[in-house]
């Protein structure tokens, strides 16, 4: 991997994991921080550039500038209002040609991809440097699931593909069949905690996340680590089901010990075979 990389940094630790990980000496990363969601201990010692969201073109120039030649997008970032941003020319164009579709975290993410390779990089994902995040097919932690637990899946799995098409959600709350709460704007945590206000007494819910049919998977995989495992447990989750080789698990070690321990099970499913 002999080539410079541009990073552009959401929040959290993985875009400066994904970097070192990369290069360990920085001599080859590049980050693009964005002012009030990047952490400043993410680009501490490395080559970077600040940007507030919407400028576009200034975080092209930079990366050009630097000799950036692939990028990779890494951590969360909070979607505001697009009419409180204070947009760029290039960015205000680049919404004109999105129309309707960059209403959708997939449709504006796609958008930025174009506006990217337009300029001669290529866009990577995480994967590509971070392979052992994905999530693999098959029990990864705790109990075996029952057989209500496997119907609660399948019944995720099958409301988030249809929903997916209007590229909404990839996460949903569902508790013997009945469905609690689907992920929009808030985000994955801020779902658990409403699900878990609304869940049944009875065999608690199962948190489903997969990719959305067509998603651009190198700048969107759906992710969760301790933090999510940690909220699920305190909703009075019983588990978690993830997209196999779609969605990645951060702190794997730890979310493992932690699940064990908790008899709460994490399990990696062929999402697409449940839909067919």
Same mark, same amino acid.
């Given at each position: 991997?002999?080539?410079?990389?541009?990073?552009?940094? =959401?929040?959290?630790?993985? &875009? +400066?994991?994904?970097?070192?990980?990369? $290069?360990?000496? =920085?001599?080859?990363?590049?980050?693009?921080?964005?002012?009030?969601?990047?952490? &400043?201990?993410?680009?501490?010692?490395?080559?970077?550039?600040?940007?507030?969201?919407?400028?576009?073109?200034?975080?092209?120039?930079?990366?050009?500038?630097?000799?950036?030649?692939?990028?990779?997008?890494?951590? &969360?970032?909070? +979607?505001?209002?697009?009419?409180?941003?204070?947009?760029?020319? %290039?960015?205000?164009?680049?919404?004109? %040609?999105?129309?309707?579709?960059?209403? =959708?975290? $997939?449709?504006?993410?796609?958008?930025?991809?174009?506006?990217?390779?337009?300029?001669?990089?290529?866009?990577?994902?995480?994967? /590509?440097?971070?392979?052992?995040?994905?999530?693999?097919?098959?029990?990864?932690? =705790?109990?075996?699931?029952? @057989?209500?637990?496997?119907?609660?899946? /399948?019944?995720?799995?099958?409301?988030?593909?249809?929903?997916? +098409?209007?590229?909404?959600?990839?996460?949903?709350?569902?508790?013997?069949?009945?469905?609690?709460?689907? /992920?929009?704007?808030?985000?994955?945590?801020?779902?658990?905690? %409403?699900?878990?206000?609304?869940?049944?007494?009875?065999?608690?819910?199962?948190?489903?996340?997969?990719?959305?049919?067509?998603? /651009? %998977?190198?700048? $969107?995989? &759906?992710?969760?680590?301790?933090?999510?495992?940690?909220?699920?447990?305190?909703?009075?989750? +019983?588990?978690?089901?993830?997209?196999?080789?779609?969605?990645?698990?951060?702190?794997?070690?730890?979310?493992?010990?932690?699940?064990?321990?908790? $008899?709460?099970?994490?399990?990696?499913?062929?999402?697409? @075979?449940?839909?067919?």
């Amino acid at each position: 991997m002999d080539y410079m990389l541009g990073i552009i940094a =959401g929040g959290g630790n993985l &875009p +400066r994991k994904m970097a070192d990980h990369f $290069d360990s000496s =920085g001599n080859r990363i590049f980050f693009i921080a964005i002012r009030g969601v990047t952490e &400043p201990e993410t680009v501490e010692g490395r080559a970077h550039s600040w940007i507030k969201l919407g400028q576009v073109q200034k975080a092209l120039d930079e990366m050009l500038k630097a000799g950036v030649q692939k990028v990779a997008m890494a951590g &969360p970032i909070k +979607r505001p209002a697009l009419s409180s941003l204070d947009l760029d020319s %290039r960015a205000s164009k680049m919404l004109v %040609r999105g129309g309707l579709k960059i209403f =959708g975290d $997939d449709g504006l993410l796609t958008s930025v991809v174009n506006e990217i390779e337009k300029e001669g990089m290529n866009v990577i994902g995480i994967d /590509e440097i971070l392979s052992c995040l994905l999530t693999k097919k098959g029990l990864i932690a =705790g109990p075996q699931l029952d @057989s209500t637990a496997v119907k609660d899946v /399948e019944r995720g799995v099958q409301v988030l593909y249809q929903l997916g +098409r209007s590229d909404v959600g990839q996460s949903i709350a569902v508790q013997e069949g009945l469905v609690l709460a689907l /992920e929009a704007i808030e985000g994955t945590d801020q779902m658990i905690k %409403r699900a878990g206000e609304l869940k049944r007494d009875i065999l608690g819910p199962i948190l489903v996340k997969i990719s959305k049919p067509y998603q /651009e %998977r190198r700048v $969107d995989l &759906p992710t969760i680590g301790l933090d999510t495992v940690h909220n699920a447990l305190a909703a009075g989750f +019983r588990g978690i089901a993830l997209e196999a080789n779609a969605t990645l698990l951060l702190e794997k070690n730890n979310v493992v010990e932690l699940a064990n321990k908790k $008899d709460f099970f994490i399990t990696g499913v062929d999402a697409l @075979s449940l839909v067919s």
